[in-house]
């Protein structure tokens, strides 16, 4: 599966950015995971083809995930940014095999 992103770029804090990622095959799970300079990549934001969303305490309330089926699309609207959430975000897709597919990856920086 493919997913090319797009939308990370730099932003001052309290901004926002939407990211939005594009499957070439079927998914069961799409999300966003993250890695900071020096850091472990961490999931951020993960929904299912019914919608169920999960999220990390660290973006809740401030992040949105949502998916378009029709369009095997799944977005991520991030408002009121904090240079913390500096990082390279990556898009992830899963099948019902829970087999895994990631993105290239697009930075997203947050200046203070």
């Known amino acids: 599966v493919q997913l090319p992103a797009s939308g990370g770029g730099l932003v001052q804090a309290g901004g926002s950015l939407r990211l939005s990622c594009v499957a070439s095959g079927s998914t069961w799970r799409m999300g966003w995971y993250r890695q900071a300079p020096g850091a472990q990549r961490e999931l951020v934001a993960v929904?299912?083809?019914?919608?169920?969303?999960n999220y990390s305490d660290s973006v809740k309330g401030r992040f949105i995930i949502s998916r378009d089926n029709a369009k095997n699309t799944v977005y991520l609207q991030m408002n009121s940014l904090k240079p913390e959430d500096t990082a390279v975000y990556y898009c992830?897709?899963?099948?019902?095999?829970?087999?895994?597919?990631w993105g290239q990856g697009t930075l997203v920086t947050v200046s203070s």
């Open positions: 992830n897709a899963r099948n019902t095999y829970f087999v895994n597919s």
């Open positions: 929904i299912t083809g019914d919608g169920m969303a």
